[in-house]
């Protein structure tokens, strides 16, 4: 049986297991670090061309994020040293910036969280590197639609489970694979919090959505199969069969009468090309 509790102070939290219940002054926080962190994915647009490195857009991240009176989150996070995650073609997730160059054909991922207040506002979004092919470009805007799919299944009285069957069913119409081995998770004063986001997953089943809970829908969606090999720099995660892989997040809110996004892109650029 899931456990939750209803959050009565606004100070921060240790992570007990439990679903935690937010009320209105936490949707507004997370509105807040929601939007910082969508406005910092804007931010990059420009700048996501040939010859950038992965390194610039890590300095430019967190430029932008402690300008704007944040912290990135994931910098000092379990060891972790830089301001961002940048996921290139078969990188499923948490890529480390480095000096490598994006180059044309490059589909790219990349990962913000600020902390904002005292929230946490998670997103990530998909980017397109000049001419890139179709069979790459149809598994972003496929990888998108999965996320929306989701996210369209965050109503209260719904399960997780019903999150994932859309996400998944989308995916494999199309004959690509869903990353198991990765979710969602809970946020808000915490980074990771529960419940776990899985996006595999049967209707009916899992934690029940209820008004108030907090938490990330983040399918990565591989052209190839859906295993993935940590190397060993212990952080970054690739596909088995060297496929591309790709995501999108948002940070979103349960409602009375569905959810709300925190992480909408002020520029309304929800997926690319970014005019």
């Given at each position: 049986?899931?456990?939750?509790?209803?959050?009565?102070?606004?100070?921060?939290?240790?992570?007990?297991?439990?679903?935690?219940?937010?009320?209105?002054?936490?949707?507004?926080?997370?509105?807040?670090a929601?939007?910082?962190?969508?406005?910092?994915?804007?931010?990059?647009?420009?700048?996501?061309?040939?010859?950038?490195?992965?390194?610039?857009?890590?300095q430019?991240?967190?430029?932008?994020?402690?300008?704007?009176?944040?912290?990135?989150?994931?910098?000092?996070?379990?060891?972790?040293?830089?301001?961002?995650?940048?996921?290139?073609?078969?990188?499923?997730?948490?890529?480390?910036?480095?000096?490598?160059?994006?180059?044309?054909?490059?589909?790219?991922?990349?990962?913000?969280?600020?902390?904002l207040?005292?929230?946490?506002?998670?997103?990530?979004?998909?980017?397109?590197?000049?001419?890139?092919?179709?069979?790459?470009?149809?598994?972003?805007?496929?990888?998108?639609?999965?996320l929306?799919?989701g996210?369209?299944?965050?109503?209260p009285?719904?399960?997780?489970?019903d999150?994932?069957?859309?996400?998944?069913?989308?995916?494999?119409?199309?004959?690509y694979?869903?990353?198991?081995?990765?979710?969602?998770?809970?946020?808000?004063?915490?980074?990771?919090?529960?419940?776990?986001?899985?996006?595999?997953?049967?209707?009916?089943?899992?934690?029940?959505?209820?008004?108030?809970?907090i938490?990330?829908?983040?399918?990565?969606?591989?052209?190839?199969?859906?295993?993935?090999?940590?190397?060993?720099?212990?952080?970054?995660?690739?596909t088995?069969?060297?496929?591309?892989?790709?995501q999108?997040?948002?940070?979103?809110?349960?409602?009375?009468?569905?959810?709300?996004?925190?992480?909408?892109?002020?520029?309304?650029?929800?997926?690319?090309?970014?005019?």
């Amino acid at each position: 049986m899931t456990d939750y509790t209803t959050v009565t102070s606004d100070l921060p939290m240790s992570r007990t297991g439990a679903i935690k219940l937010y009320g209105r002054e936490a949707f507004a926080g997370m509105h807040k670090a929601g939007k910082l962190a969508a406005e910092t994915l804007d931010m990059l647009v420009p700048h996501m061309v040939p010859g950038t490195t992965t390194a610039t857009i890590d300095q430019l991240i967190y430029d932008y994020i402690t300008a704007a009176g944040g912290v990135p989150a994931t910098l000092g996070y379990r060891g972790y040293t830089h301001s961002t995650c940048v996921s290139i073609n078969h990188v499923v997730c948490h890529g480390i910036p480095s000096d490598k160059t994006l180059k044309v054909g490059d589909i790219v991922n990349v990962d913000v969280t600020p902390l904002l207040d005292g929230w946490h506002g998670d997103s990530s979004r998909m980017y397109l590197i000049g001419d890139v092919q179709l069979k790459a470009r149809r598994l972003v805007e496929v990888t998108y639609e999965c996320l929306m799919l989701g996210i369209e299944q965050a109503r209260p009285g719904n399960h997780m489970g019903d999150v994932a069957s859309a996400i998944q069913r989308h995916a494999e119409r199309h004959r690509y694979g869903v990353v198991r081995d990765f979710c969602g998770h809970g946020l808000g004063r915490l980074f990771h919090d529960a419940p776990e986001v899985v996006h595999v997953g049967k209707p009916g089943t899992g934690p029940e959505l209820k008004p108030g809970m907090i938490f990330t829908i983040e399918p990565m969606i591989n052209i190839g199969r859906p295993e993935v090999k940590l190397l060993p720099d212990g952080w970054t995660a690739v596909t088995r069969d060297r496929s591309l892989s790709a995501q999108f997040e948002h940070s979103i809110g349960i409602t009375e009468t569905g959810c709300e996004i925190f992480t909408l892109s002020p520029k309304g650029w929800h997926q690319p090309p970014y005019a």
